[in-house]
């Protein structure tokens, strides 16, 4: 019985080893800017939807994957959603069905988006046992790589790209920029680890160490605008609206910051540590945090409009329409908010806990769960 048994795997390991792909081959792509190209959308990173959507969606389809998901989120352009894991694997899915069209593995891990640009995708992978990254270029319509980009220290942070070079950050304190044929145009030493996700805006580069120093760097040049001593420590995402620069500390606080000088315009304190987006709209700031507690803040002057328990861990960043806010959190829910009174109007249960923010592309909603599954929902009355 052994014996057989040993056959049936080693049939079971064939047939799901025949049904993967190794490469990711999209021959009808053409050749143009992508609708949801990075983590945010755009480098200032923007999570707002100008549209209403409501209460009440379904469950399209649903996508199983290898590998658990990073804080992270899809990207997709036309008509292909594009997805990581922390196995090493890229995904590529038929939006419409959920269909697997490719696939990519590397040995390590990948913890951020796949950047589009244009017809090729962007992405680091780290290596297991060393702080080592290698950043692959490849292009999506000929299957294949056009450039590795090997740099000492752990990438865990989302690229932003300018041109044709690209802007990141280690986790071991450095910045960089690279042209994606390998040439390192700049690089500059924090000394101090960086946990943040920076962001692109007019030029400047701008970040967040574990010191509690916000930098901002030209992007062109590489020179320093300024690193001014702000918080306590920050592991959250930068975010740029309307001429601010919005994030959070590990404390708790958020901060309002003028981008050009570094100083702050406002800042108000949530008392527990923050890791995810603020995100914004018109008008106000939306920030969860690891205590389960949603802010809503005046954009321009910090000013308290509410604040929602969710019983949860929020580490996502949410989804802002002009009626709700959707929050994920870690206790495998989905929060729809009402944005004016803060008022919890549904919530969905999930099978596993929320990892990847929440994308809308092409009026359907996206999510990870942590066992490993991409799901797609639309909107229904």
């Known amino acids: 019985m052994k014996k057989y048994s040993k056959y049936i795997l080693v049939f079971i390991s064939f047939l799901l080893l025949a049904g993967c792909s190794s490469d990711i081959s999209i021959k009808n792509a053409t050749y143009g800017e992508p609708s949801y190209k990075m983590f945010g959308r755009t480098p200032e990173r923007n999570f707002y939807v100008s549209q209403s959507i409501g209460d009440s969606i379904r469950l399209k389809w649903s996508a199983d ?5 990073g804080n992270t989120s899809i990207t997709a352009m036309q008509k292909y959603i594009f997805a990581p894991d922390l196995s090493g694997r890229i995904y590529v899915f038929n939006i419409e069905n959920g269909k697997e069209l490719g696939e990519v593995k590397y040995k390590g891990a990948i913890n951020t988006t796949a950047l589009i640009d244009h017809l090729r995708i962007i992405f ?3 290596e297991f046992k060393e702080p080592k990254t290698t950043i692959y270029n490849y292009n999506f319509q000929t299957a294949k790589h056009t450039s590795e980009i090997e740099v000492e220290g752990n990438v865990r942070s989302e690229i932003v790209n300018i041109g044709e070079d690209i802007l ?6 450095n910045a960089y920029r690279y042209s994606l044929t390998n040439e390192k ?3 500059y030493a924090s000394k101090n680890f960086i946990h943040s996700i920076p962001v692109l805006y007019n030029d400047a580069y701008i970040f967040g160490n574990d010191k509690g120093e916000i930098i901002s760097i030209n992007a062109q040049t590489g020179k320093v605008n300024y690193a001014k001593k702000t918080g306590s420590g920050f ?3 930068f975010s740029v609206s309307d001429n601010i620069l919005y994030c959070a500390d590990n404390s708790g606080m958020i901060y309002a910051v003028d981008i050009s000088s570094g100083e702050t315009i406002w800042k108000f304190n949530s008392k527990y540590k923050i890791t ?8 106000f700031l939306y920030v969860g ?4 507690e949603i802010y809503k803040l005046d954009k321009k002057t910090g000013r308290f409009q509410w604040k929602v328990s969710t019983n949860g861990i929020i580490d996502t960043t949410p989804i802002v329409f002009d009626d709700n806010l959707l929050q994920p959190d870690l206790n495998k829910k989905l929060h729809f908010i009402d944005k004016k009174t803060g008022v919890i109007v549904k919530t969905m249960s999930l099978e ?3 990892k990847l923010s929440p994308v809308f592309y092409e009026n359907m909603l996206f999510l990870g769960i942590d066992n490993g599954k991409l799901l797609a929902f639309e909107k229904f009355q």
């Open 65 to 69: 994957i290898h590998g658990s998901f």
């Open 124 to 126: 680091p992978v780290m």
């Open 168 to 173: 990141f950050v280690t986790e071991q304190g």
């Open 185 to 187: 145009i700049w690089e």
């Open 235 to 237: 592991e959250c995402g």
């Open 276 to 283: 995810l987006t603020p995100a914004a709209d018109k008008e």
């Open 289 to 292: 945090n690891l205590r389960g």
């Open 352 to 354: 596993n806990r929320a």
